[in-house]
């Protein structure tokens, strides 16, 4: 018999993932077939992650280094560059615009009262993490030994050094060919070891669904329910319309295109809400299904996922003004401004790991006065909204890649 395609395979697995989840939750977490099901679901997603991860760091170094390397010998180097950056402001600057108008005009949380959930915020102790102190810690993690960037799995200080590598790479030319070649051949050899992952990944996406949804908490959804339709809304409005339009803009490409090369990583994306684990799939499809030129999309995708993160931004800048309103704040012009600049700062800072969005909100809240403690209430309703704001963030990646591959070859 032959199978469906993986594409299909992945779908399957997703929509098996969220009904047995869903069974899961109705039948209780005393059950014992639950218990045991849940216990199976934790180690074959808890693999899929790790296998992804595994490959994560040699994939980012081979293929930054790499990138840059044939960047330069087109002279490109620049252009790609401040394109790059030049995009990722931007949408994540429309995201914020779009969380926040939506929050000013549906005002969630304005019929609730911080006092309702003191017995939460009391038991949470919020990090501190005032703005000057997070951009010094922010700095002081670009540059890192490269072999501990590496063995600690530190994505963006691996991103920064292969970058380095590869510039240092054509500047050297013929002495450094071995070097050059050896980093080609890695970078071909761990997409093929991705493309082998790639095939447990509808079982390690249903597992992590099963797991996810059948942990919900529905009584904490139900008395969020406002804001979680806010944010919701808000990301699909980002992710089906905006950011398909701005790619139809600029390149042509259609919205159905987009979604038939990206599917396979937006739905890893969904399952892992981790734009880091994710990067090995992204870029297997930006570099094979989307056809993005490897020195663009190698260079474009890593980077992306470590500052680009259109969901996240726009999340944190929706939490804060939900937090506002619970504690019946009017926040002014410029405070709302304040908000939407550290919003972005927030989301550029966020290690693309799961609820890494909850830890920079900190910053986000203090910016304006806001108590940082009111983040235990959106604690329980988290991880559900990380799964889509991590889409949205990978689909940005993504979309960023074209336009940009698009914008440079133009010139
Ligand atoms: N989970 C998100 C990501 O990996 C970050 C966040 O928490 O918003 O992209």
Redesign the pocket.
């Known amino acids: 018999m032959k199978l469906p395609s993986l594409n299909i395979q992945i779908l399957l697995g997703a929509i098996l993932g969220v009904a047995i989840g869903l069974f899961f939750h109705r039948l209780g977490a005393e059950n014992h077939v639950v218990q045991n099901g849940l216990y199976v679901s934790g180690l074959i997603g808890t693999m899929f992650i790790d296998l992804l991860k595994m490959i994560l760091i040699p994939l980012v170094f081979c293929s930054i280094a790499v990138g840059i390397a044939n960047l330069r010998q087109h002279q490109q180097m620049h252009r790609v560059w401040t394109t790059t950056l030049l995009f990722f402001v931007s949408s994540m600057a429309i995201a914020i615009v779009v969380g926040m108008s939506a929050s000013l005009y549906f005002k969630p949380g304005s019929g609730l009262h911080l006092a309702m959930f003191s017995n939460a915020m009391q038991s949470f102790e919020a990090k501190q993490l005032p703005l000057p102190e997070f951009f010094a810690q922010f700095l002081h993690g670009l540059f890192v030994n490269p072999f501990t960037a590496l063995s600690q799995g530190n994505v963006l200080s691996v991103v920064i050094f292969a970058l380095i590598l590869g510039i240092s790479l054509v500047m050297g030319g013929e002495r450094f060919k071995n070097i050059l070649k050896l980093l080609q051949e890695g970078l071909e050899i761990t997409m093929l070891i991705v493309g082998w992952v790639m095939h447990l990944a509808p079982f390690g996406i249903a597992a992590l669904l099963i797991k996810l949804v059948a942990m919900q908490d529905a009584t904490m959804l139900a008395t969020l329910a406002t804001f979680v339709a806010v944010v919701i809304g808000t990301l699909l409005l980002h992710g089906v319309v905006i950011l398909p339009l701005i790619l139809y803009l600029f390149t042509g490409k259609s919205p159905l295109w987009f979604w038939r090369g990206a599917r396979e990583a937006l739905v890893t994306a969904f399952a892992t809400?981790?734009?880091?684990a994710t990067l090995p799939v992204t870029l297997r499809c930006t570099m094979q299904h989307l056809h993005v030129k490897p020195e663009i999309a190698g260079f474009v995708v890593p980077l992306g996922a470590t500052i680009n993160?259109d969901?996240?931004a726009l999340?944190e800048a929706a939490a804060a003004l939900f937090i506002a309103n619970l504690a019946g704040i009017e926040l002014n012009l410029a405070q709302q401004l304040i908000v939407a600049f550290t919003a972005m700062i927030a989301a550029i800072g966020?290690p693309?790991?799961?609820?890494?969005?909850?830890v920079t909100m900190v910053m986000v809240l203090q910016s304006v006065g806001l108590p940082a403690e009111a983040i235990a209430i959106l604690l329980p309703v988290d991880r559900l909204l990380?799964t889509l704001?991590?889409t949205v963030?990978v689909q940005g990646d993504m979309i960023g890649s074209l336009v940009v591959q698009k914008l440079v070859n133009k010139s």
């Open positions: 809400s981790s734009s880091s993160m969901g996240t999340y966020a693309g790991i799961p609820s890494a969005g909850m990380d704001r991590t963030n």
